[in-house]
């Protein structure tokens, strides 16, 4: 996974979390309008980034089961391990 899904998948965690206390405060009325504003905001930022992924504008080839998809639909088969696991290295 790269690290532009890493962090979009951190957002959207995050956005998920907040979202029932927003909620929460929004029906009993204590909710003010710069949190709510902000949080609008955030979730419309990551929608964007969603979008964006989903209609393919990624900025880097995307790493799936030892396969490279690349931007032109080729894939490219790559190694199984290319690093030796840390479990199976020898202590010094």
């Known amino acids: 996974m790269i690290r532009e899904d890493r962090e979009l998948l951190t957002e959207l965690a995050r956005l998920n979390r907040a979202m029932a ?4 405060r929004v029906m009993d009325g204590s909710a003010g309008s710069a949190e709510q504003r902000d949080y609008g905001q955030r979730l419309i930022a990551v929608g964007e980034r969603l979008r964006r992924r ?3 504008e990624t900025s880097h ?11 032109n639909g080729d894939s490219l088969a790559l190694p199984g391990h290319g690093v030796e696991p840390y479990w199976n290295r020898a202590r010094d």
């Open 21 to 24: 206390s927003l909620a929460l």
């Open 54 to 56: 989903a209609d393919g």
């Open 61 to 71: 080839p995307v790493v799936v089961e030892g396969t490279m998809l690349l931007g």
